[in-house]
């Protein structure tokens, strides 16, 4: 229903450090007595970028990228326990340096998911499998990312989910707190409104339009249940691959900034139903 969170990923062997902080939100209505809701969803990332490193252009304009974005969404139950959902979506990610919003500062992004629920006859135990595709543009990978992803709590204190964008096992104390390890995606993608010229070490002059990053990385997660649907969660890990890069306007990679794997931390508030 809606997330607070913030995020702390310093660059190895270096003084830079990426940050961010999150927002967003959705809201379900509902249709009808079948499962049909039509679902609003909105989010505020603002992704701060401190690099200190020598990278060969003006640094100006790349410490901060805002991204506003609103998503409609639809979701039905189908038969055998099958519910389909859909969703589309329009957003801004800039860092904003003119004086409004231009034309590239925009992206788009659509899904579809296909969820099959397994209720065992004796609670908590239950599966669910989750088949989808992913498409948005611009972005740093610009093609239909598949979404598959298969979820059991096999016991009373324990679960585990395998595929994308997370797989986790989890053990739960109790009603309240429960403990994680998991391997999962992290990434971000902005617009420079002032693009930025570099030229590389064979002399070849480039231009830079936009940055990105994409991180996977494996953590330790403890959440806590305030109330029933309210809760804190806190995560800590290390990159299994760090990449932040500047590239142009093809998407294709112009400079990459400080690779090295390093340590990762993210917390925050959610609502659940």
Do not use: C
Request: glycine share 10%; hydrophobic share 35%; no cysteine.
């Amino acid at each position: 229903m809606a997330r607070i969170e913030y995020a702390y990923i310093p660059q190895a062997d270096s003084d830079n450090v990426y940050s961010r902080f999150r927002f967003s939100a959705n809201y379900p209505i509902k249709m009808d007595d079948k499962g049909t809701y039509f679902v609003v969803g909105t989010q505020y990332r603002f992704n701060n970028l401190q690099i200190e490193d020598e990278l060969g252009i003006d640094k100006e304009g790349l410490e901060g990228f805002h991204t506003i974005g609103v998503e409609l969404g639809y979701t039905f139950k189908m038969k055998n326990n099958w519910r389909f959902g859909t969703k589309i979506g329009v957003g801004i990610s800039s860092n904003f340096e003119e004086s409004g919003v231009e034309g590239d500062d925009f992206r788009y992004r659509g899904s579809l998911y296909f969820v099959k629920t397994y209720k065992g006859r004796q609670e908590p135990k239950m599966a669910r499998l989750i088949v989808g595709v992913q498409y948005t543009n611009p972005a740093s990978l610009n093609f239909p990312l598949p979404i598959i992803n298969y979820f059991k709590r096999f016991h009373p204190s324990w679960s585990y989910a395998i595929g994308t964008p997370k797989t986790n096992i989890k053990y739960f104390f109790n009603d309240k707190s429960t403990l994680q390890a998991f391997v999962g995606l992290d990434r971000f993608y902005g617009n420079l409104q002032k693009n930025k010229v570099f030229v590389d070490k064979n002399g070849e002059t480039k231009v830079v339009a936009n940055a990105s990053m994409l991180n996977v990385m494996g953590a330790l997660g403890y959440e806590y249940y305030f109330t029933e649907h309210l809760l804190f969660y806190t995560y800590a890990g290390y990159t299994l691959s760090n990449e932040i890069r500047l590239r142009n306007g093809n998407q294709e990679s112009v400079l990459t900034v400080n690779d090295g794997n390093t340590f990762y931390f993210r917390g925050g508030i959610k609502l659940k139903i």
